[in-house]
């Protein structure tokens, strides 16, 4: 009887042990502005958003200028107007999933297409997906 106490202790053990090797990837994560030129730690199997404030009605609007291999789209831009009158401002959402590990800079532009000029702005993040 009390062997079986023994085993059956070794057995719940073991499975929690194998419960704790394979942890959910971490929550999403939010890109802006604000965290411009900062090395963002991610996870493979993880989500990325980028969220930029923008104006399309002056014309101009986000690009992305470089992507990391590892990050795959999620969809294209999406924008939100914040009101409802004409040539409101508003916000411009990205999303993106971490496939696999790696290292590299996702960049944006904003900028009128059709001009030959240096960006308005440009937005930096140094991505770290190698753990």
Known sequence: MRLLRYAALLALFALAACAAARPEPPGPVTLDAARSGQTVPLSVGQEVTVTLPANPSTGFSWTIANQPAFLEPLGGAIHVPDASRPGAGGM??????????????????????????????????????TR
């Open 92 to 129: 411009s959402t990205w999303k993106f999933k971490v496939t696999a590990q790696g290292e590299g800079t996702l960049r944006f532009v904003y900028r009128r297409s059709w001009e030959q000029v240096p960006p308005e702005k440009t937005v930096r993040w140094k991505l770290d997906a």
